[in-house]
């Protein structure tokens, strides 16, 4: 805990900083009495079938939670060698991964007879008489604090592959409460853990339906209400024209990305090279960029701003009565990217490019303008759904890193 509840009366100073009067520090041993591995066997990366036994995979636990259908199928000869079952209220712990995800903790719920644990995955024993409430202790281990930690016993030689011994991690002191208070910090967290999945899953459902509505609407499998019109075959270069306009260097340096495009400078991956800008190609409002060498990809964006882009992308202009916004949902049809694969030119997937020549002799059958208008503002609406759950996604997450701060600490107490 932080200085800051230094003066707050019923709080002590400890090894580990401030913490209520009535905590104890105590270690993972004094409630871990064994951490138990599982067996590495030959299996197949497929999912099992119909209850097949199955082995877990190392990312089977990460971010604090135990993902049981991350497992691939145990060949039949192995079966037998495979022991140890993921256990009613345990903590999985993936003592051997990448330096990224070493340390991983999640919290098994219930027992699942048909999967395994392999030898790079420990699973907790508690003393009988232990007390400690198990999800409680997921939650601290998966705290900042305790991350940190947990990553910074894992030793190797190797920037790929690390590996935490058992004595280092039993020796892992922390901060307990009693085990009332571990019980109720531990529902108050399960509680956003809970509104956290149902949003995911919201949100998984809504994407979902928003590709079918594609499928629908860019085809014409399904029409909007109002419209009867025959729809046209066209290609690429009838609805739109290259612009290929180079020497505004002076402009604002603008990156496509698959969810728009935007100017570098909020990039993670920004252009540090001195590269003469004058080549860079002048992109305006209502244009698409698409990465040549990516269009079968699917890497293209809607611009809503003027500036210069790489010489890696081609740039296309809508033609009068073309919706470049219809366009820009169309060009991410899986049946329109399989175009654009097809008519890419390359050897191999490496060097595949789809120059506005190879692009424009696409076909495909488009509405007229005020259908396409119609289709993209349906698109547009259904997508601001998504997004709108997204940020309440976002808000979830954040509230709940801020309690676990909180409450994992003492710095606010569970009455």
Known sequence: MSNQNSHKPGYKHTPLGWIPEEWKIKSLLDDIESLDAGISVNSINEAPINGEPAILKTSAVNGGFFYPEQKKRIIADDIRRAKLNPRANSIIISRMNTPELVGECGYVSKTFENLFLPDRLWQTRFYPNSEVNVQWLNYLLNAPRYKTKIKSI???TSNSMKNISKEAFLNIAYISPSTNEQRRIAAILSTWDEAIAKTQQLIAQLQQRNKGLMQQLLTGAKRLSGFTGEWNEIHFSDAFTERNETGYGSLDLLSVGSMGIYPQSQSEKRDTSNADKSKYKRICPDDIGYN?????????????LEGIVSPAYTIVTPKANQSSLFYSFLFKLPSIVHKFFRNSQGLVEDTLNCKFKDFGIVTVKVPEYN?????????????????LHEQKLAALQQQKKGLMQKLLTGEVRVK
């Open 292 to 304: 040549t060498m990516r269009m079968w990809q699917g890497r293209s964006a809607l611009s809503q």
């Open 371 to 387: 259908e396409q208008i119609t289709i993209a503002d349906v698109l547009i609406k259904a997508n601001e759904v998504i997004q």
């Open 154 to 156: 894992a030793t190797g």
